[in-house]
């Protein structure tokens, strides 16, 4: 069944629908979250939290074939507001089991990669996560974000210089 079919099962009330749609992609949906808030658990939770709003909202949905990009943005939401209601900056020691170092030479390495990035304001983090860490372009950022493509590719270049000065290198733009 393609997607747009189990969407519009999911739009007339198919729980069943819903729910194999987010299971198709809960490793996208994890990771995504896993990026903003920094340990299983409160990734988890943020999940959760997008499965209910998406189950109460679905409805709202006006074409199904955003089904993934709108739920993405609510996984999002989802996570910056917990990180509100938390009001807490995740310590550093917190990144020694993260899952995405893996994509660097060495745990060592990714590890450094992730204290350099507390340097960044939390803006050019969140911008240099998604286009790095998980593979998206600006536009894609920029939707997730509910911010400009310029705004996207400034932080993120801003960032990348800061990261270059961190790391003892010159930034060539």
Known sequence: MDIA???????????????QLVMNKKSEYYKLAYVYMGNKDDAMDAMEDMILILYENIKRLKNPDAFYSWSKTILVNCC????????????????????????????????DIVKAMKKLNKHQQEAIKLRYFLDMDYERISVLTNTPVGTVKSRISIGLKKLKEVFGGEYNG
């Open 5 to 19: 079919d189990m969407v519009n099962k999911a739009l007339s009330g198919d729980k069943e629908a819903l729910i």
């Open 80 to 111: 910056k507001s917990i990180m509100r209601k938390n009001k807490r900056i995740i310590p550093v020691s917190e990144y020694a089991e993260i899952e995405y170092v893996d994509n660097f030479d060495s745990k060592e390495h990714g590890i």
